[in-house]
């Protein structure tokens, strides 16, 4: 009997021991492919021999040493690395041990932020609905998903949540794309004004939607006009990319695409590829200045905050996408994988959207491709669609809840950036293969 708490008590896991390249491989030798890189982490594959030797030769040297008392090379030359690609005003690196540390720290930040300043009366932070920023209570509160926050709702911050940028769902047939998303953004002035502008902090968004939505970007011009408004009411811009940074979109940090600059940044998952567990917040030298020529102490931490093998792992795992120029591989492989998608699944009837950018790509399905109405929930649909492509040997990353948090179902891939045409046929394959038979069900 297992001791290990698991994330579903009734599942019999089968016990991984190694990988290679885009595969992980079980205690009884079956291989599947990462399709979705775990929860879009695994960007470089598993067994990338420049990042192994870099952690291996970093616990060789110094395992540990508490940011309190002392810094490390690793951190250092890894924050210098990160400013030297962020978007420009970016300046300052806070590490941590993940994406849901990441989101707490840039919410605490941008708090101290305006009291350094004086704006003692900015408390309040605006999100998105459909949005999902981490599990932990001020994260979790900053996401817009209902199912994921029902049950701990009582312990929850209160947290205005702004509808999604959704063309898909949320598009009217009489608005162009444009349209659409100046509308969108301009809930958020809207939202701005109804709590009073001198009380907002921050709002915060993924620039392209992950777990609870399937990879959904914004329309062209959605996060201009947000920062646009941000700007005028002296609000913080949050941009989480957790999820779709650090290359996933075909741009070392996803905003690139929508050329705007955040105030505060958040990067975690791709950015340790899996290797070691590392986080990141980035925020620019303004808010940082807030800080250092006030009271100098940002009053947040955790033990393990620029740990030396995370960030030497990290470092190794930059140096990798950058050197290698992998963002541009993925524009290229994130095409081929979108075309094959459609060629395969863009007629099905149940296929409603396939979407994304890079190798960050969605699919929802629907009961209707007309009316675009998602499956009744009873159904269970995108955990089949987990359960029957793991025993195919793929590994995808379903969720129901797509529209409102309870109905609809979406699933995403996010492969290694290495992934091949011939690895790209395969995972379409048996992904179709999978979708047909729990249809069957």
Same mark, same amino acid.
């Given at each position: 009997?297992?001791?290990?708490f698991?994330?579903h008590?009734?599942?019999n ?7 290679d ?5 079980d ?12 929860? #879009?982490?695994s ?12 952690v ?7 395992a ?12 250092e ?8 690609? #962020?978007? *420009?005003n970016?300046?300052?690196?806070y ?5 849901s540390?990441?989101?707490?720290? %840039?919410? =605490? ?11 003692t009366? @900015? ?10 920023h ?5 994260a ?6 209902e199912?994921?926050r ?9 947290i ?15 608005e162009t794309?444009?349209?659409?998303g ?8 809207d ?5 009073g ?5 921050a709002? /915060? ?5 992950g ?12 996060? =201009?006009?947000?920062? *646009? ?9 949050? &941009? ?29 998952k791709? &950015? ?8 990141? /917040? ?8 807030s800080?250092?020529?006030? $009271? ?6 955790h ?12 470092? %190794? +795992?930059?140096?990798?996408?950058? *050197? @290698?120029?992998?963002? %541009?591989? +993925? ?5 081929k ?7 395969a699944?863009?007629?099905? *009837? ?7 950018r ?12 007309t009316?675009k109405?998602?499956y009744?929930p ?8 987990? =359960?029957? %492509?793991?025993?195919?040997? &793929?590994?995808?990353?379903? /969720?129901?809840?797509?529209?409102d ?7 995403? &891939? ?18 179709t $293969?999978?979708i047909?038979?729990?249809?069957? $069900?």
């Amino acid at each position: 009997m297992s001791h290990v708490f698991p994330r579903h008590c009734k599942s019999n896991l089968p016990t991984a021991v190694a990988g290679d390249g885009c595969y992980l491989i079980d205690s009884n030798g079956k291989r599947y492919f990462d399709g979705s890189g775990g929860a #879009a982490v695994s960007c470089l594959g598993h067994s990338n021999q420049r990042v192994i030797d870099a952690v291996k030769a970093q616990v060789d040297q110094l395992a540990f040493a508490h940011t309190g008392f002392l810094t490390s090379d690793p951190a250092e030359k890894l924050a210098d690395l990160l400013i030297e690609h #962020a978007p *420009e005003n970016l300046e300052r690196v806070y590490f941590v041990s993940g994406g849901s540390e990441a989101i707490e720290a %840039a919410i =605490k930040l941008s708090r101290q932020s305006h009291l350094e300043n004086g704006q003692t009366e @900015r408390r309040h932070i605006i999100a998105r609905q459909q949005s999902y920023h981490g599990n932990t209570l001020g994260a979790l509160a900053a996401g817009g998903n209902e199912w994921r926050r029902a049950q701990f709702d009582p312990l929850l911050i209160n947290i205005s949540h702004i509808a999604p940028c959704y063309e898909y769902v949320l598009r009217g047939d009489d608005e162009t794309a444009h349209q659409y998303g100046q509308r969108a953004a301009q809930e958020l002035e809207d939202e701005i004004i109804r709590l009073g502008p001198d009380t907002v902090m921050a709002f /915060m968004a993924e620039p392209v939607v992950g777990a609870t939505l399937g990879a959904v970007p914004a329309v062209d011009g959605y996060f =201009k006009r947000i920062r *646009e408004i941000c700007d005028q009411y002296g609000v913080h811009l949050i &941009l989480d990319e957790v999820m779709c940074g650090m290359g996933r979109t075909g741009h070392l940090f996803a905003c690139s695409h929508d050329q705007i600059q955040p105030d505060i940044l958040t990067i975690a998952k791709g &950015l340790g590829a899996g290797y070691q567990p590392i986080g990141a /917040m980035l925020c620019s030298g303004v808010i940082y200045d807030s800080v250092a020529n006030g $009271t100098g102490f940002f009053q947040h931490g955790h033990t393990y905050i620029g740990h030396p093998v995370a960030c030497a792992a990290a470092l %190794a +795992v930059v140096s990798e996408i950058v *050197e @290698r120029d992998l963002p %541009a591989r +993925v524009k290229v492989m994130g095409v081929k994988l979108h075309d094959a998608l459609n060629a395969a699944l863009g007629q099905h *009837e149940n296929v409603g959207d396939i979407r994304g950018r890079g190798l960050f790509q969605g699919v929802e399905f629907v009961a209707d491709q007309t009316t675009k109405e998602p499956y009744d929930p009873s159904r269970g649909l995108a955990g089949k669609i987990k =359960k029957i %492509a793991f025993e195919n040997g &793929l590994i995808c990353y379903p /969720m129901p809840g797509t529209r409102d948090g309870k109905k609809g179902d979406h699933l995403l &891939l996010a492969p290694p950036f290495i992934i091949t045409d011939e690895q790209i046929d395969e995972v379409v394959s048996k992904l179709t $293969t999978s979708i047909e038979q729990a249809l069957e $069900t």
